[in-house]
């Protein structure tokens, strides 16, 4: 037994030692001393403070991640394509990116229904919004397409604009039962247009205008915003923009919507973002962080 002991208390030391750990332990003492007026800020720092205490620092700090963490995903084969996909909640087909192994398309899967967990701060149904047969989607930065196939039913068409070839090809299988109200756009979404770049106001500037805009395009929101000046003013029932790439973007995003007349609201919650580099406020040995919001979710003279 004292073997056993022995090990369990050098394994101890030898995780204990590790830099996520140590940052770990920077980010519990930053939350403990940090002034109360820094975020996160109130009952929100109170929860993260609880589960780093006990948890190993990740992006998504809360109690309900831990259900995904071994939850055992059925990836299946489409012998049609080739392709993998898995069955989502609304027993859909999501399709994945061809050279995908299945052990990385079940941890991404479990990601991508983390994200999306109703206590997420990435998740983009927190705050209602409008949805019927009319309704037409601008899904800009689409992936995997999993937060339009939610609600594929429901709406009129949905313009999926995703610029990686591989994910064009699993979209394309995805949405292949809904192919008559689905329109895929391998192009990247800017305030400029060419024949790599699209600007949503020429691109819609003879189409039906969408209802709804979700925007996550990995830093380069500003730029989409930009080039969507003219359906902003005309006024676009929904829009939600990520807003965690970089470090001032929930407010920067939310002034350039506010110049257009959109009220803007954050999801609750934080993510933490981690980094190698010094674009941090917080720079440690071990890396630097900040704590961010996930999403604003706005709308134009209307109260969310």
């Known amino acids: 037994m004292s073997e056993i002991r022995q090990r369990y208390k050098y394994l101890k030391h030898k995780i204990l030692k590790t830099n996520r750990y140590l940052l770990t332990s920077r980010i519990v003492s930053f939350l403990e001393n940090a002034n109360v007026e820094t975020p996160p800020v109130g009952i929100e720092r109170k929860v993260l403070l609880k589960f780093l205490r006990r948890h190993v620092a990740s992006m998504f700090n809360y109690p309900y991640i831990l259900k995904y963490h071994y939850r055992r995903v059925k990836v299946s084969r489409d012998k049609a394509t080739g392709l993998h996909y898995v069955l989502t909640n609304e027993n859909r087909r999501l399709y994945f990116k061809r050279d995908m192994k299945i052990a990385h398309i079940r941890t991404l899967y479990n990601n991508l229904c983390s994200e999306q967990d109703e206590q997420s701060p990435h998740n983009y149904c927190y705050h209602d919004f409008s949805i019927n047969s009319d309704s037409v989607f601008a899904d800009v930065g689409a992936a995997e397409g999993m937060f339009t196939l939610k609600f594929i039913d429901k709406i009129k068409t949905a313009y999926l604009f995703e610029c990686d070839k591989d ?138």
């Open 167 to 304: 994910w064009v090809e699993a979209l394309q299988s995805t949405f292949q039962p809904w192919s008559e109200k689905v329109i895929i756009v391998d192009k990247y979404v800017a305030d400029k247009d060419s024949d790599e770049f699209a600007s949503l106001d020429y691109f819609f500037c003879e189409r039906e205008k969408p209802t709804l805009i979700k925007i996550d395009v990995e830093g380069a929101e500003s730029d989409v915003l930009k080039g969507a000046g003219k359906l902003l003013n005309e006024g676009i029932n929904d829009l939600l923009v990520c807003t965690y790439h970089k470090r001032d973007d929930e407010r920067n995003l939310s002034e350039q919507l506010r110049k257009k007349g959109y009220k803007s609201v954050p999801s609750p919650g934080y993510m933490l973002m981690i980094s190698d580099n010094s674009d941090s406020s917080n720079d440690t040995a071990e890396g630097s962080f900040d704590f961010r919001r996930g999403l604003i979710h706005a709308k134009k003279d209307l109260k969310i």
